[in-house]
């Protein structure tokens, strides 16, 4: 069936990196590296983005070009309730969220009726008109974006400070990955594992394909949602760039780098993308190109992903 597949030595190798990215910023401050710090946080956040399309197109078998919707709708939540003044990111950070699974919900209910390439189109669709309607209010920054002019206030952290704001960063897509692990051996997790192999023998046997497949869409939406209102608290602003069709097709491309259908393939393609794009930025204006050798070299030579190298995405029955 080509079910997720789970191994001690996957958490063994998720125990390590988890040290070492703990690790981490001691490390930069020592060599006196204090910005990679940040960087790291958006690596993170980007990682969380991923994982939360990796479980609708990787899981529940729903290839959606409109996930940076879900993405845009949890940063400019988190802009506008500090507009207004709330910084409190225990209200903040739910209701974007609660609104990025609202919007995830309505545009499911519609476009999950459709199949194949309709379905691709229409969460497309559905996407630019979020986002030409996000441009089109000059009262929310327009094309400019909106400003977050300080950052969610989370309890006694001071999340100003890039090293905290990074480990809360790292806590939430930690607890984010063990519950997507849980998710996937549950019978919730195995049912929709077994709707993108074969529909319509689910059907046959009496399963309601469609609420499974809308309440796995809705999780995906919220978590990027999640990942959205984090990254609004390390940028410091809300894009419209962020609900474009090309930030759905650079989550996209870091899913098929890393591996479709592996709970950390989103961790491992957001990493290397980003670090691929951090490293060809330096050495040449014409980046792309080496990002593009790269992406065709894993498509070719690790059909499964970087993840599927370790035995990390799907089993092969």
Known sequence: MGLYASSPRRRVAAAITLLALLALPWLMQTLDQGFYVSFASRVLIFALAATSLNLVIGFGGMISFGHAAFFGAGAYTVAILAEGGVHSAALAWPLALAVAALLALLIGAISLRTRGVYFIMITLAFAQMVFYLIVSLKSWGGDDGLLLLRRSTFGSLDLKDDTTFYFVVLATLALVLLALDRLAHSRFGRVIQSIRENETRMEALGYPVFSYKLVCFVIGGALAGLAGA????????????????????????????????????????????????????????????????????????????????????????
């Not at 780098?257 to 491992?268: A, D, P, Q, R």
């Not at 330096?282 to 593009?292: A, C, D, N």
């Open 230 to 317: 984090l990254l609004v608290n390390q940028s410091g602003l809300a894009s419209p760039n962020l609900l474009h069709w090309m930030q759905s097709g650079t989550l996209m491309v870091m899913i098929v780098i890393g591996g479709v259908g592996s709970v950390f393939g989103g961790v491992v393609g957001a990493v290397l993308l980003l670090l691929c794009e951090e490293f060809f930025v330096e050495i040449s204006p014409h980046w792309q190109i080496g990002l593009g050798l790269v992406l065709l070299a894993v498509v070719l030579w690790a059909p499964l992903g970087i993840a599927g190298l370790f035995g990390w995405g799907r089993s092969r029955e």
